[in-house]
């Protein structure tokens, strides 16, 4: 009779504190929703400008985005197309090597038109409360529209609001996802989870080294730092370039000798590699030619040519290879990412009879250095080392 008394009250006392889980889980959800919920802005003419558009990390795959992803990347493009706001920031996932979200999502944000200066990553965004704390803590950011689904979306702005941030949300969702009642069970568990950190006043797994939004976007890049100076300047130079609106324009211009350029709203691949130089003091247009004038020999004679001409000869491919093969180091061609340095020279064939160049940058993408180059859309910062057959790496520092 003892023992049945004692199972009778055991079974009250896991009822009871069954139950207090159930009403507690409930109200603090409630708690949670209220809150977040009134800062939820559904049309993108009516939000209040911010300094940035956040976006929430999501699952990729390689160097593609989930839908997910996409639609939340998307989102934060309308904000600042429409002038809502001057930066985005990229907060995700990027804990492992062979997994990186916000490099992803920073490509496709490139490819879409929006500059560099404007994109800051947050490679330590593993979950939404990192992110808002790291938001706030390591870019100084006091006003915030927040781009993530509407399942997400009360939870992080309750977030960023009980951490001091002025942020506004707008839903990312742009199709049905599928796994509806999946979502919505794991974001109730997660609500319970924010609001026990908020309460706690937890700490993200990484703080680090303080980015303001209002500073150098590229020291929240993936870069590695250039002790060289000539170096680092002529890689910044040609970094810069990607930030100027280029049209592709192959044609042949008159231009003056020495130190002669193109409009500078005009160019092609190999001007890319010029101007670069050119900011560093080395006058490639001169140097070619002044060669060119004792050695024309040497030089391919595949456009009919019988004499130097100052205006189009520096901006030939074929030209340059066989000056930085005979002024500077002529490199091995190799299939090794790490052979490439920031700096480096690389051509290619893109089949056809057309060739290509490009600078090697400090800029990253899963150990692959990023490169400079315009292909016909403007210089663009991009991962594309081991797009075409190489035909040449060179290294050339006067």
């Known amino acids: 009779m003892y023992n049945g008394f004692m199972n009778k009250k055991y079974k009250i006392i896991i009822v009871s504190l069954f139950l207090l889980f159930l009403i507690s889980f409930?109200?603090?959800?409630?708690?949670?929703?209220?809150?977040?919920?009134?800062?939820?802005?559904?049309?993108?003419?009516?939000i209040e400008n911010a300094e940035?558009?956040?976006?929430?990390?999501?699952?990729?795959?390689?160097?593609r985005l989930s839908p997910i992803a996409a639609d939340r990347t998307d989102t934060a493009i309308e904000l600042y197309n429409n002038q809502k706001v001057n930066k985005i920031l990229v907060s995700g996932d990027h804990g492992k090597k062979d997994y990186d979200e916000v490099n992803t999502i920073k490509n496709y944000l490139l490819?879409?038109?929006?500059?560099?200066?404007?994109?800051?990553?947050?490679?330590?965004?593993?979950?939404?409360?990192?992110?808002?704390?790291?938001?706030?803590?390591?870019?100084?950011?006091?006003?915030?529209?927040?781009?993530?689904?509407?399942?997400?979306?009360?939870?992080?702005?309750?977030?960023?609001?009980?951490?001091?941030?002025?942020?506004?949300?707008?839903?990312?969702d742009k199709r049905l996802y599928g796994k509806e009642i999946y979502n919505n069970t794991r974001e109730s568990f997660a609500r319970v989870k924010a609001w026990?950190?908020?309460?706690?006043?937890?700490l993200p797994k990484f703080l680090g080294e303080k980015i303001p939004i209002t500073g150098d976007s590229q020291k929240s890049w993936d870069i590695k730092i250039i002790e060289d100076e000539f170096i680092n300047n002529l890689v910044s130079s040609a970094i810069e370039q990607t930030k100027q609106s280029v049209t592709y324009d192959p044609s042949y211009f008159q231009i003056d000798y020495p130190n002669g350029d193109v409009p500078s709203n005009k160019g092609?691949?190999?001007?890319?590699?010029?101007?670069?130089?050119?900011?560093v003091g080395i006058d490639l247009q001169k140097e070619v030619h002044e060669d060119m004038k004792v050695n024309f020999h040497l030089y391919p004679s595949k456009w009919g040519l019988t004499s130097p001409d100052t205006n189009i000869d520096h901006r030939r491919?074929?030209?340059l290879q066989v000056f930085f093969s005979r002024f500077g180091e002529e490199l091995e061609i190799s299939e090794n990412p790490d052979s490439y340095l920031p700096g480096d020279i690389v051509t290619w064939d893109l089949g056809r009879g057309i060739t290509h160049i490009g600078i090697v940058s400090n800029h990253y993408q899963k150990e692959i250095p990023l490169i400079v180059h315009n292909i016909g859309a403007g210089p663009k910062l991009e991962n594309m080392l081991f797009n075409f057959e190489i035909t040449g790496h060179y290294r050339y520092k006067k």
């Not at 990390?57 to 390689?62: H, M, N, R, S, Y």
């Not at 026990?196 to 937890?202: T, V």
Request: glycine share 6%; proline share 3%; hydrophobic share 45%.
């Open 26 to 46: 409930f109200f603090i959800n409630l708690n949670v929703l209220n809150i977040g919920n009134q800062y939820i802005v559904e049309n993108i003419e009516e």
């Open 52 to 63: 940035v558009a956040i976006i929430l990390g999501a699952l990729v795959f390689d160097d």
């Open 111 to 172: 490819e879409k038109g929006i500059p560099s200066d404007d994109i800051f990553l947050d490679h330590a965004g593993f979950d939404t409360y990192d992110s808002m704390y790291r938001a706030q803590y390591i870019f100084g950011i006091n006003s915030a529209i927040i781009c993530t689904q509407k399942f997400h979306l009360g939870r992080a702005l309750y977030i960023a609001r009980e951490l001091g941030i002025d942020a506004y949300g707008i839903p990312a």
């Open 196 to 202: 026990f950190d908020i309460k706690l006043k937890s």
């Open 268 to 279: 092609v691949c190999t001007d890319v590699i010029i101007r670069a130089y050119r900011s």
């Open 317 to 319: 491919v074929p030209n």
